[in-house]
Protein backbone atom coordinates (compact mmCIF):
# COMPACT_ATOMS: atom_id res chain seq x y z
CA UNK A 1 0.00 0.00 0.00
CA UNK A 2 2.78 2.49 0.60
CA UNK A 3 3.97 1.13 -2.67
CA UNK A 4 1.09 2.54 -4.23
CA UNK A 5 2.12 6.36 -3.40
CA UNK A 6 6.23 6.23 -2.79
CA UNK A 7 6.25 10.19 -1.90
CA UNK A 8 3.66 10.40 0.29
CA UNK A 9 4.26 10.30 3.75
CA UNK A 10 1.82 7.66 5.76
CA UNK A 11 0.99 8.02 9.39
CA UNK A 12 0.92 4.84 11.59
CA UNK A 13 -2.68 5.56 12.79
CA UNK A 14 -3.53 5.82 9.00
CA UNK A 15 -1.95 2.20 7.99
CA UNK A 16 -3.75 0.95 11.14
CA UNK A 17 -6.97 1.90 9.75
CA UNK A 18 -6.01 0.43 6.55
CA UNK A 19 -4.73 -2.93 8.20
CA UNK A 20 -8.15 -3.75 9.89
CA UNK A 21 -8.36 -5.06 12.86
CA UNK A 22 -4.70 -4.26 13.90
CA UNK A 23 -4.12 -2.43 17.57
CA UNK A 24 -2.22 0.71 17.07
CA UNK A 25 0.53 -0.68 19.20
CA UNK A 26 0.89 -3.57 17.10
CA UNK A 27 0.44 -1.47 14.22
CA UNK A 28 4.42 0.64 15.54
CA UNK A 29 5.55 -2.68 16.40
CA UNK A 30 5.20 -4.09 12.63
CA UNK A 31 6.39 -0.65 11.28
CA UNK A 32 9.48 -0.73 13.55
CA UNK A 33 10.49 -4.19 12.55
CA UNK A 34 9.78 -3.43 8.55
CA UNK A 35 12.18 -0.21 9.07
CA UNK A 36 14.74 -2.56 10.40
CA UNK A 37 14.77 -4.79 7.56
CA UNK A 38 14.74 -1.72 4.68
CA UNK A 39 11.25 -2.29 3.67
CA UNK A 40 9.64 1.10 4.14
CA UNK A 41 11.51 3.93 5.73
CA UNK A 42 10.52 6.22 9.27
CA UNK A 43 10.43 10.05 8.11
CA UNK A 44 9.72 11.11 11.90
CA UNK A 45 7.63 9.70 14.70
CA UNK A 46 4.20 8.59 13.20
CA UNK A 47 4.87 8.83 9.84
CA UNK A 48 6.56 6.41 7.46
CA UNK A 49 7.20 5.83 3.34
CA UNK A 50 8.05 3.03 1.01
CA UNK A 51 11.96 2.61 -0.02
CA UNK A 52 12.52 3.23 -3.60
CA UNK A 53 12.54 0.16 -5.36
CA UNK A 54 16.07 -1.31 -6.25
CA UNK A 55 16.89 -2.58 -9.83
CA UNK A 56 16.97 -6.33 -8.70
CA UNK A 57 13.39 -5.80 -7.01
CA UNK A 58 12.34 -4.80 -9.62
CA UNK A 59 13.45 -7.51 -11.72
CA UNK A 60 12.22 -9.85 -8.95
CA UNK A 61 8.07 -8.94 -9.44
CA UNK A 62 8.35 -8.99 -13.11
CA UNK A 63 6.14 -11.89 -14.12
CA UNK A 64 7.84 -15.17 -15.47
CA UNK A 65 7.63 -15.66 -19.16
CA UNK A 66 6.55 -19.54 -20.70
Known amino acids: ?3 AEPER ?3 AR ?3 EL ?3 V ?7 QLAR ?3 RGLIRRIRT ?3 AAVAPTRTAAL ?5 RY
Open 23 to 29: TLVTTYR
Open 1 to 3: MLQ
Open 46 to 48: GRY
Open 9 to 11: QWR
Open 19 to 21: LGD
Open 14 to 16: EIA
Open 60 to 64: RTRPK
Open 34 to 36: WTE
